[in-house]
Every structure is written in structure tokens, then in C-alpha cells.
């Protein structure tokens, strides 16, 4: 993944943990076909933001579709 796709560490609640959590975020217009990642994430695209729970996986596929 480039280091282009990868944006600031954030502190985020998420109910499935206590506390806050550093999470990663993306810059979803620099994730490609074959990027794959693991949650907690949020994508940051230009339009809507992509959220990828702990414990979940993500990867971007051949369309630039986010599967998670």
C-alpha cells in the first residue's frame, strides 16, 4: 500500500470496545485493485466515508469496490 493511502492515527469509540481506540484512517482515492486492510479503519473518500469495524477486514477489488 502507498504511503500516499495512509492518513493520521485517530482516538475512536467503537461500542465493541471500551475506550477510545487508535484507529487508522485512509485516503480512499489512493487505495487501489489488490489493497487490503484490517479494521478498526475509516476511509475518507470525496463524497461518503467508509467505516471498518475491529475485527472486520476490507480490501479493494478489482472495480474499486471496498469489500469488507
Not at 4 to 21: F, I, K, L, T
Request: charged share 20%; proline share 15%; no cysteine.
Amino acid at each position: 500500500m502507498p504511503p500516499s493511502a495512509r492518513g493520521p492515527m485517530r482516538d475512536v469509540h467503537w461500542y465493541e470496545v471500551a475506550g477510545p481506540v487508535p484507529t487508522q484512517t485512509y485516503r480512499g482515492p489512493d487505495l487501489k485493485p489488490g489493497h487490503a486492510f484490517d479494521g478498526p479503519a475509516i476511509v475518507e473518500m470525496p463524497e461518503t466515508t467508509i467505516v471498518v469495524r475491529p475485527g472486520q477486514h476490507a480490501s479493494v477489488d478489482a472495480w474499486g469496490n471496498f469489500i469488507i
